[in-house]
């Protein structure tokens, strides 16, 4: 009876406050009649009418009587949406820390309860942390996860929200390609599935990629009409402020002024604090370009405030920038540089095209008016004393030594600041590269699989129908043909042994099943099977581990295994795999011919190139040591988290 209370009560809820109230009143009288599990989930339902209306202190007292009332009764489910609407509520209130807290919480009981949806959901929220706070390799990484989730739970809504998510990272990061192709993949499966909010964002995000054209304006103007039409006034004030910036690079002031105005009254209504902080940022810069100067400031600096209080890291280098113009037009260089410094100095943590030359321009033209200001002076000085010439002159020297010296030094000062951020650029290059042979390795291994299956599923039953076929005929043939029923017979025997061994090969059931020391055993085994070598396998790795790295190091025992088999002519293996202080090390001996190791330099096979850069993509390194007659020795060590 009080479940079908509960669910009366939420059939009924209204989007009206006056409905609201009477459904927070009708949830607090159940909450005193009901169990523990269902008193959490009436929390709950009292934590999200709370948010409904705003009131952030009461939805944050119930999400957490929400999440001490699961834990009472040890129930894991409850717990994982406790923590979850905890995260909700921090993200609102900008505390990103205490945010992903609870979002990494909810996501450990998520995990516990198999809870599939919830961990892709999950890995979305914590995304939006990540992009907010500029952390974009980590973002990357959660949003990918999501990705594979909603595919395989075939979830086409949530698949698009990331890819959106996606597309607006590959835009900040000036990846415009990249982010229309992802774009255009959201707005083309969210028309299949009519999502009309879905598409007039991706509409917003797409127009944004057009470096504001007529082509932005018509997809800018189409998700507004959508907007409007949907009733969604704060993701239509988004849309007015992409309208300004647009309009103001087309020249349109007056349609500027319009949209921009607009986007104001709305992001301040209704708006959280990051909205805010990015709607003055565009207007000052606006307000600026139209000579309005005292408004330009007033926005700048109210966005600087809004940013830096609340961490929104992803703002400051286009903010620096405005307020850098700003400056600069009103003639105070010295501000200006100080700003534009800033603006280079994010950049060059996020892109290999730096904007230094600008502010050595800056700089420059700071210092040659500073400069002609004492030059005038000098001049002035020597008409009024004529008799001090030669003390002028000295003056003038020390004057040129100084200046000389103050050149050097900033020289110097380029030359080490253009080192530092060659060093980065390399170090983000690596970075980038890591993560694209990341996502390589994970798409080919998951290849693997479905090729794998499709032989074993497919062709494999294909030709054990065959071999029915082919079984009925015996005793049923002419005797001259027994012999060609029987030939036919063992060849589809040999082409069932075949087909399974070569989808063992592409993914070992052992791995994907037992995992990596039971996989590399049958491995071994079957080596050994062969009569011609004897491997020995040493292991102190009892548990399960992560499995991008059971695969990878499996997949390096499997080739280095195929190398000696080739090239070595050994008798003996030995494979050494431990883990000890959080570390995974992996040796593999042979008493084989031996090799110049400076040949793998050389090599032009692709064997060797996949194991080191499978080795690098795990953080770890490799050291090979061999030599004529005497054997190699192959060493790697990868962190990891046991």
């Known amino acids: ?242 309208l300004a910036i647009t309009h103001k690079q087309l020249g349109n002031y007056e349609k500027t002024l319009i949209h921009i105005n607009e986007a104001i009254k709305i992001k301040e209504e209704h708006g959280g604090l990051a909205t805010i902080a990015d709607t003055y940022m565009a207007a000052g810069d606006i307000f600026r370009q139209n000579k309005e100067f005292k408004k330009a400031i007033y926005y700048l600096k109210q966005s600087e405030k809004i940013s830096t209080e609340n961490e929104i890291n992803n703002n400051f280098e286009f903010l620096y920038h405005y307020l850098a113009t700003y400056y600069s037009d009103i003639g105070k260089m010295d501000s200006a540089y100080y700003y534009e410094k800033k603006c280079v100095d994010i950049k060059n943590q996020l892109f290999q095209d730096k904007m230094y030359n600008h502010v050595a321009g800056m700089q420059i033209k700071y210092d040659t008016e500073k400069k002609e200001a004492e030059n005038e002076q000098l001049k002035i000085e020597n008409e009024l004393k004529v008799n001090e010439l030669a003390t002028k002159q000295a003056e003038q020297k020390t004057l040129i030594i100084s200046f000389i010296a103050l050149l050097l030094f900033i020289v110097g000062f380029a030359v080490f600041v253009s080192y530092k951020r060659k060093i980065k650029s390399q170090k983000q290059l690596q970075a980038e590269e890591k993560l694209r042979f990341k996502a390589v390795i994970e798409a080919e291994e998951k290849e693997r699989i479905r090729i794998a299956k499709e032989l074993h599923d497919g062709l494999g039953q294909l030709l054990s ?131 110049n190791t400076t040949e793998i330099d050389n090599s032009k096979g692709i064997g060797w190139k996949s194991v080191f850069s499978r080795i690098a993509m795990l953080n770890g390194n490799i050291d090979v040591n061999s030599s004529k007659e005497k054997g190699t020795n192959l060493l790697v060590s990868i962190p990891v988290n046991e």
């Open 465 to 595: 129908t065959a071999k029915l076929n082919v079984a009925s005929l015996e005793g049923n043939v002419d005797k001259e043909d027994e012999i060609l029923v029987k030939n036919a017979s063992d060849l589809i025997d040999n082409a069932v042994k075949e087909v399974r061994t070569i989808s063992h090969n592409m993914m070992p059931v052992a791995l994907t099943q037992l995992g990596l020391i039971p996989a590399i055993k049958e491995l071994t085994t079957k080596m050994n099977d062969s009569g011609l070598l004897n491997v020995t396998l040493e292991s102190n790795v009892q548990n399960r581990l992560n499995s991008s790295i059971e695969i990878a190091i499996y997949r390096v025992v499997q080739e280095i295994l195929n190398n000696i088999i080739k090239h070595a002519q050994a008798k003996e293996i030995t494979i050494q795999l431990t883990i000890e202080k959080q570390r995974l090390t992996l040796q593999i001996s042979d008493d084989g011919v031996g090799f």
């Open 1 to 242: 009876m009080k479940k079908l209370t509960f669910l009366f009560l939420i059939i009924f809820c209204s989007a009206s406050i006056y409905g609201q109230t009477l459904i927070i009143d009708s949830l607090k009288k159940e909450a005193l009649i009901s169990s523990d599990t269902t008193l959490s989930i009436v929390y709950g339902e009292l934590f999200w009418n709370f948010t409904l209306q705003s009131e952030l202190d009461s939805a944050l007292k119930y999400a957490n009587l929400e999440k001490f009332t699961a834990e009472k009764s040890n129930w894991e489910k409850g717990i994982a949406q406790g923590h979850n609407d905890l995260g909700i509520i921090y993200y609102y209130l900008t505390k990103y820390d205490e945010a992903l807290t609870h979002y990494n919480l909810s996501l450990e009981s998520r995990r516990k309860t198999n809870d599939l949806y919830g961990v892709g959901a999950l890995y979305n929220k914590i995304g939006l942390i990540q992009q907010e706070r500029g952390e974009y390799s980590d973002f990357v990484y959660t949003q990918i996860e999501a990705l594979k989730i909603f595919e395989t739970l075939k979830d086409t809504l949530n698949y698009t929200k990331v890819l959106n998510n996606l597309g607006e990272v590959y835009f900040q990061l000036r990846d415009y390609d990249n982010a229309k192709e992802t774009h255009r993949e959201a707005i083309k499966l969210r028309k299949l599935i009519n999502d009309k909010e879905g598409l007039a964002v991706s509409y917003l995000n797409l127009g944004n990629c057009y470096l504001n054209n007529e082509e932005a304006l018509e997809l800018l103007n189409k998700a507004l009409d959508l907007l409007l039409e949907l009733n969604l006034t704060l993701q239509a004030g988004i849309a007015h402020h992409n």
